[in-house]
């Protein structure tokens, strides 16, 4: 497979920049996989279509406030993102400018706040140090800025660090929002319990790789970052007994499907509740655990919509993302859903 083959054109205006209000309007393209059917409607009306044959799985990771704004010298204004936590204070960021984060560097933020540059990286990466010792994670909250995705052309405002978590965020890791959640509001959550519809939650902070372009090619020599994940021990016990007794696993969001593949068997055995996982899942993958997913609209060629194609066909799969260009439908992070059954 060549990744060309999972290019659609997509018009600028399509790309969302402000999420819709209430978050539950949002828009849903329902489609069956065994009949090739889709269908329209809005988000709250999921209420409708989901019964108590389906538990369904949230990813609860909490986004940080993680882009932050310094100089180094006098002058020099530069960028840096928390990627990942190594010990106390130690982090691995990506820096823009890169070449300015040289060996040994401080990186000053604000007169409390200072970093110091410990190891050079590939990819415009670096291990910093931050100083004083514990103070990082209370001056985010105060200057840190929500790391918007670069398809949002604007300056994230105070409302995004509210708007641009799920309602079930409560881990603090991940760099981006796992965009499916953001569409729950309490009254739809309201409605499903209603329904008999069990919920469990999972973890995986969701790193750089997330926005990682893919390189034209074969498809099968693609490689992604790894991510970490876990998976309460409840959550583990529910999933193996739902999968044994028909219930359907309904993931709310690639991060879940690709943290339950990687964790259980075939049986729905739970095998690994924490660590970090790699993989790629792409056309001819052989599901273990999700029988239905939800999730936004992809990036052209990105390691997500692959995921999507391998869950419901090419074919399928792309003529759902022309149907939803002619729809008019709002794409990538505040954009629509499809629910795909």
Known sequence: MKLEEFDYYLPKELIAQYPVEPRDSSRMMVIDRSTGSISHRIFREIV????????????????????????????????????KKIERDLWECLTKPAKKFRLGKTITFNDNLHAIVKEIRKEGKRILRFYPEGLLERELERIGNIPLPPYIKRKPNEWDRERYQTIFAKVSGSIAAPTAGLHFTK????????????????????????????????VEKQEIDPEYFEIPETTGIKIG?????????????????????????????????????????????????????????????????????????????????????????????????????
Request: proline residues 3%.
């Open 187 to 218: 009254r739809v959550i309201e409605g499903l319990r209603l329904k008999g519809i069990e919920m469990v939650e999972v973890t995986l902070h969701v790193g750089p790789g997330t926005f990682k372009p893919l390189k034209d090619g074969d």
């Open 48 to 83: 409708e279509i989901l019964d108590e044959n389906y538990l369904m799985v949230f990813n609860n990771t909490k986004v940080l406030p993680a882009r932050l704004y310094g100089r180094i010298g006098e002058g020099t204004k530069v960028e840096v993102l928390l990627v």
């Open 241 to 341: 007994e739902a999968k044994k007794n028909g219930k359907k696993i309904l993931a709310v969001g690639t991060t879940v499907v690709r943290t339950l593949e990687s964790a259980f068997d075939e049986e729905g055995n739970l095998v690994k509740s924490s660590g970090f996982t790699n993989l790629f899942i792409y056309p001819g993958y052989k599901f273990k655990i999700v029988d239905t997913l939800l999730t936004n609209f992809h990036l052209p060629k990105s390691s997500l919509i692959l995921l999507v194609a391998a869950f419901m066909g090419i074919e399928l799969t792309m003529k759902a993302y022309e149907i939803a260009v002619k729809e008019r439908y709002r794409f990538y992070s505040y954009g629509d859903c499809m629910l795909i059954i």
